[in-house]
């Protein structure tokens, strides 16, 4: 009875209804659009071509695709929490908020640094890796806060050349194969534009 009364109080009156249906497929196409234009899918995986979707990171993945840590770690391994799950999808979604807002309203730098969550993250994610080489090492105390304050150095202070290179520019790795990114305009869209062109 009350989920009866709750669709008659939510379901627009006969003369509107064809107009709100219309117009929730209109949203609803543009939201699957974008979603689709943006590759909204491919952030939910470990694949490091996800991270290649804005143009600006070509530099970083080239150098971490020609480095070690290609061999044995992706973007997400250093760059997102690992400890739990929880944590680990919170983080890639507000991180992830964050860069597509900044990319459509194209906000991006020219030269990106890493943000204050992220140094804590790649600090905390080097220790867990290298525990073993650590045992008699202070850095293991190190949570990221102290590098942030400038108060103690992080991993990356002394092994600066991992896993990006000291320059983390596409000259700093010649011949390396970055990925294009996929045209943002479907094939079928592409081929009636240049059939009308012709």
Known sequence: MKLKKIISILSPPPEWRLRVIVTLGILTGLVLAILHIANATSYL????????????????????????????????????PQDNFVRKYYFKAADGLRHSTMFTFRLEPEVIHIKSAGIKVVQENCIRCHQSYLHQSSLSDLKGEEGIAGTE???????????????????????VRVPQQTPVMPEWITKQINKKEK
């Open 45 to 80: 995986s470990d694949n490091p071509n996800a991270c290649m979707n804005c143009h600006v990171m070509s530099p970083q993945f080239a150098s971490w695709q020609r480095g070690s840590h290609a061999r044995v770690a992706t973007c997400n391994d250093c760059h997102v």
């Open 153 to 175: 150095k992080l991993c990356w202070g002394c092994h600066r050349e991992t896993p990006h290179g000291k320059v983390s520019s596409l000259s700093s790795v010649p011949f």
